[in-house]
């Protein structure tokens, strides 16, 4: 299968300043340097990334960026309009349609 078909799956869990977020950013990154889909999902400590400068560049980029609607609830954090707010379906939806998924906790 051709890089460029590949579909990348990506969940973070870990508030913005773990070093996760920097992983799934290089991670982003190259996938889509290379032509490939990638699908970032914020959950949990990780909702309050959702917007950051490098992740909504990436997503003007072509990353679909999706953030946990009730992680947002639970911190009192607003709904963003710049990414897909959503629950646990989407992100069942995203690690059964990827071909690699990896989670940083």
Do not use: W
Not at 17 to 27: C, E, I, S, V, Y
């Amino acid at each position: 299968m051709a890089l460029a078909s590949r579909k990348l799956g990506l969940m973070v869990s870990t508030a913005p300043d773990h070093p996760n977020l920097d992983t799934a950013l290089g991670l982003s990154r190259a996938a889509l340097d290379a032509g490939g889909d990638v699908y970032l999902y914020l959950i949990d400590d990780a909702v309050a990334a959702v917007e950051d400068a490098r992740l909504q560049a990436l997503a003007e980029r072509g990353l679909k960026l999706f953030v946990c609607a009730y992680g947002c609830q639970k911190r009192r954090l607003p709904l963003s309009d710049r990414a897909t707010n959503c629950g646990l379906v989407v992100l069942t939806d995203v690690i059964n349609g990827t071909d690699r998924f990896i989670a940083l906790n």
